[in-house]
């Protein structure tokens, strides 16, 4: 998970049209004979443009999984909208169409492990009807809106036959509610699971030769500067310019998997040469 960009809310969501449906669900809520309805107008091509710039041309929020935008969309709602797992909340469903509450998930993170999931850590200030203000409550799921991920969640590196195999973990400083927080996000939307522990391993593949090569060239280049020798040093300049290229290049926010890509050249000393996009 990494933070994703801020960007303005689609004018589209601001129609008179969606106003009016949410007034009529607050006149239907409470009369169990209606099941009211609550269109996808989150789907409209408008906020789902939106969306994808801001997730990096669509990567899922949770796992940074690259998505199919066109076989496999699935805007998601930070709140659930229609009811909430473990609790007779009716879902925020007020949210429904809120810019600060719409994410975009892949179906497995989305469908296959978060569903209807939400616990909070304050279940008794939980918001259950739209008077009352969702932002007191302190949810466990990290939510990439607002909070930077990488604060929570760290990646454990395993090399079995050539191959990296990397699972998400709390950061090991972290203790009390920010530790469950992470724990929480960690096995609610399902970070841990085979597949991704795979291709974030994939993901590193290429990566310590670049790292070990800018290392023994930051050296060489301080020797030489000591030794007076600037003319050589300047010569080895271009090969750490390269290398500081390609790495800016492999931890740019588009590219998949790239809170663990960002990880491993922190781990190396090297966090002034990522890309701060
Ligand atoms: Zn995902």
């Known amino acids: 998970m990494i933070k ?22 607050k006149q ?13 107008y989150w789907r409209n091509n408008a906020v ?11 990567k899922c929020c949770y796992c940074e999984r690259r998505r199919d ?11 659930p909208k229609k009811s909430v797992k473990n609790t007779s909340h009716p879902g925020y469903w007020w949210l429904a169409y809120d810019w600060n509450n719409l994410l975009w998930a892949c179906k497995a ?31 466990k799921l990290i939510n990439p809106r607002r909070e930077d991920p990488a604060e929570y969640i760290g990646f454990s590196c395993e090399k079995h036959a050539g191959r990296y ?3 998400p973990i709390a950061k090991p400083h972290l203790t009390g509610e920010k530790r469950e927080k992470a724990n929480a996000t960690i096995d609610m939307v399902g970070l841990d699971r085979d597949t991704l522990v795979s291709e974030r391993g994939e993901a590193l ?20 500067r000591m030794e007076g020798k600037t003319e050589d040093a300047e010569s080895i300049q271009e090969e750490v310019d390269r290398l500081a290229n390609l790495i800016g290049e492999a931890t740019n926010p588009i590219k998949s998997f790239c809170g663990v890509r960002r990880e491993f050249f922190i781990n190396y000393g090297l966090d002034k040469y990522i890309s701060n996009i």
């Open 4 to 25: 994703i960009k801020k960007t303005d809310c689609p004018e589209y969501l601001l129609r008179p049209h969606i106003e009016d449906r949410l007034v009529t669900i």
């Open 28 to 40: 239907e809520i409470d009369d169990p004979e209606i099941e009211h309805d609550i269109p996808d």
């Open 48 to 58: 789902r443009d939106e969306l994808y710039a801001a997730h990096y041309e669509g």
């Open 69 to 79: 935008r066109t076989r496999e969309p699935d805007v998601e709602h930070f709140r």
């Open 109 to 139: 993170c989305n469908e296959d492990y978060k569903g209807t999931k939400f616990p909070i850590f304050n279940e008794n200030k939980r918001a259950s009807n739209y008077c009352l203000d969702e932002n007191i409550e302190r949810p």
């Open 165 to 167: 195999y990397v699972r």
């Open 205 to 224: 593949q290429g990566l310590k030769e670049i790292a070990d090569s800018m290392i023994m060239a930051k050296k060489s280049m301080m020797h030489l």
